[in-house]
């Protein structure tokens, strides 16, 4: 099994910046990719970021130029450092880790207020 322990979010103004950081344990094999979510209310979840073990990322076209997503393999922990955040940033932000399985954390609030 694998547990995902996300923490960093909260509540900033609108420009605004967070980090948001997610620490994997458990038995984790060393090709998996890591990565953000997040869900809105009343919307389906959509990917934010996510960065392969080799340090390929791919990202969401809103996020594009504003997030950066990053990772320490020696530690198991992904990190999306959020910059010029905006009202529609606002939601539940999960991380998200996969091999052969896909494991959730429990999700972290970001509220962006205008």
């Known amino acids: 099994q694998v547990q995902l322990v996300e923490s960093g979010g909260g509540l900033v103004e609108a420009g605004g910046s967070l980090r948001l950081s997610c620490a994997a344990s458990?038995?984790?094999?060393?090709?998996?990719?890591m990565g953000w979510y997040r869900q809105a209310p009343g919307k389906q979840r959509e990917l934010v970021a996510v960065?392969?073990?080799?340090?390929?990322?791919n990202y969401a076209d809103s996020v594009k130029g504003r997030f950066a997503i990053s990772r320490d393999n020696a530690k198991n922990t992904v990190y999306l450092q959020m910059n010029s955040l905006k009202p529609e940033d606002t939601a539940v932000y999960y991380c998200?880790?996969?091999?052969?399985?896909?494991?959730w954390g429990q999700g972290t609030q970001v509220t962006v207020s205008s």
């Open positions: 458990g038995s984790i094999f060393s090709i998996v990719t």
């Open positions: 960065i392969t073990s080799g340090g390929s990322t």
């Open positions: 998200n880790l996969k091999d052969y399985r896909v494991f």
